[in-house]
DNA sequence: GCTAAAAGTTTTATTATAAAACTAAGTGGA
DNA sequence: TCCACTTAGTTTTATAATAAAACTTTTAGC
């Protein structure tokens, strides 16, 4: 992995994570998990991934404990890939990525798969940053401040950021 | 670009997304764009990251309109780096993605950084996915459907989705 | 006009990915 | 039980992406 700010906690807080599915096929990996593919060869045949690079990515999503390695059926040796709790969380982030797509790249009225709620079989609401109050926040309404994992080198960089944008207006 | 599905509107759903985010340092890079980096130079030296790589980068950004090349000031030749409206609706992205990694890499009281409500100066909402009645879904309340732009091809593995997931109790 | 910084290029070395052939173990049927 | 087929990889070799560092060219400030 190249991709590699060892520095301050302020810039591993998306960094880190991209560490772990920001490599190339891994968030098609995911993606096909959650649409019920859990074998070796569906993966590859879905995907037309290269198999060492698919060994490679399944290897690393359990090391996360994205995936989880399960036998196949009670005490087999083959065995399947399953989402694990950990994993099915990161759906928020295959929406939203899904949903920027369909705005900006496919067009309003084009998508090529919309997210339902199961259950009243209508499309879900379109992912939202939403203020505590339950308002929906354009991203210059949004800032950031320290938090508890935060270390003096990343305070300093939120300063810095803070003054960088109230110099600017905001952009 | 390794990553090329280039088969069926549903794969390119998300493939297509991340040949344009995807690659290595573009998310980083629009991250420090959100934190008012603009410039070349500070770019690289807040990332670390290869000038030539980073010339890449910017280069695809601006491509895909998701950065955009402005003069510095009026008329003046070196340029600075903005995040356009496109861009600046990676924000729920970028967020989903650092809440995922405050909950399960960097743990739930230690994030390093909080994302604020610039106005009321309290912390956003978690990301959520809601359901049109504005409940919070949770991954396997969840399905999919063709969408508009969808074709043959891609109904039919939605289908074939379908079928694995009811077979199967929905992992 | 001089100096230093800003914004890249170029070159070379290293590393990651792709494609295809190969292997070993499990499975299903005769 | 044995054979053929599938599954789940590994290995090898070729190709492409990334990193590091030196080099170039503007350009802003004095």
Redesign the interface.
Known sequence: M??S?KQ???????????E?I?E??S??II?EA?????RFEEFQS???IARNILTARLKKLCENQILERVPIKEGAKRHEY??TT?G???????????Q???????GE????????????N????K?????????D??????????????TPE?KKR?EE?HR??SS?GG?
């Open positions: 190249p991709i700010e301050d906690p302020f810039k591993r807080s998306i960094s880190h994570v991209l772990i920001g190339g096929w968030l098609l993606r959650f649409f019920g593919v859990h879905q995907l037309g399953m989402l950990k099915k969380e990161l759906m928020p982030v295959l929406i939203a990525l899904t920027w797509g369909d705005r900006w790249i496919f009225n084009s998508e090529p798969v919309i997210f339902m709620d199961k259950e009243h209508e499309p879900i609401e992912i939202k940053v939403l203020s505590a109050r339950g308002i926040l354009r991203p210059r309404e949004i800032m950031v401040v320290p938090g508890p994992g935060s990343s939120i950021m960088r944008l600017n952009a």
